[in-house]
């Protein structure tokens, strides 16, 4: 069964540091997601692509954020500058149609940073 | 903004006994999807429903969805321990996730 596949499983970094989170969603999926989870909380929307572009973000996507499709396959999730409250199990998803149908999850990236 | 909530936020329950969780959102939804999430692991699809007052079964689990399409209910009859999980709703854009609700199974 097609899934979608995200690396690291986890990342220790320094506060400050740059952090790169990837993700291959499923080939035949046009509709890409990021979402964050604290330990324990709820998922919150991050970001949503289509088409090479930006569709939705979240105010928790600001100016630190930002997201690539660098090429066919990969769907990558940029952090500048991370800050302590960045540590988060972040999850990317993807799916065939917009708006409805089944949202695939990956295992997720849990970041942790010192 | 939108919010979707979910009641009990967390439930443990004997095995067998039955649980229901609800979820509500602030505004009218085009659909609702459920997603289970478990410990240590990645949200995983369970069910969209799509119209108004709307009522689907997979086994054990029965899915409704509201007539006014602002709130949904999950209810698991005669739990198991496989159902130990965190279950959230969302709406079709995905955009909110209820607050979920984190079951307890006692064996």
């Known amino acids: 069964e097609p899934e979608v596949t995200q690396t690291p499983s986890h990342q220790v970094t320094q506060m400050g540091q740059e952090v790169i989170l990837r993700c291959v969603p499923i080939s035949n999926h046009l509709y890409f997601y990021w979402y964050r989870q604290i330990l324990g909380q709820k998922v919150e929307f991050l970001v949503s692509f289509y088409n090479n572009e930006i569709s939705e973000k979240s105010e928790i996507f600001d100016d630190q954020f930002s997201v690539e499709r660098p090429d066919g396959s990969n769907f990558t999730l940029k952090i500048r500058s991370t800050k302590l409250e960045d540590s988060a199990m972040y999850f990317c998803a993807s799916r065939r149609l917009q708006n409805t149908g089944e949202l695939f999850f990956g295992e997720g990236s849990r970041l942790t940073v010192l | 903004g939108q919010q979707v909530m979910q009641i009990p936020q967390y439930q443990h329950v004997q095995e067998g006994e039955d649980f229901t969780t609800y979820c509500n959102s602030s505004?009218?939804?085009?659909?609702i999807q459920w997603y289970k999430q478990r410990p240590g692991g990645h949200p995983v699809f369970l069910i969209q429903?799509?119209?108004?007052?709307e009522v689907k079964k997979q086994k054990r689990l029965t899915f409704q969805f509201g007539e006014a399409k602002k709130n949904s209910s999950l209810h698991i009859t005669a739990t198991q321990t496989t159902d130990v999980g965190t279950y959230f709703c969302t709406g079709a854009n995905n955009l909110f996730f209820g607050t979920g609700t984190r079951l307890t199974v006692i064996p």
């Open positions: 505004t009218t939804l085009s659909n």
């Open positions: 429903l799509v119209k108004s007052g």
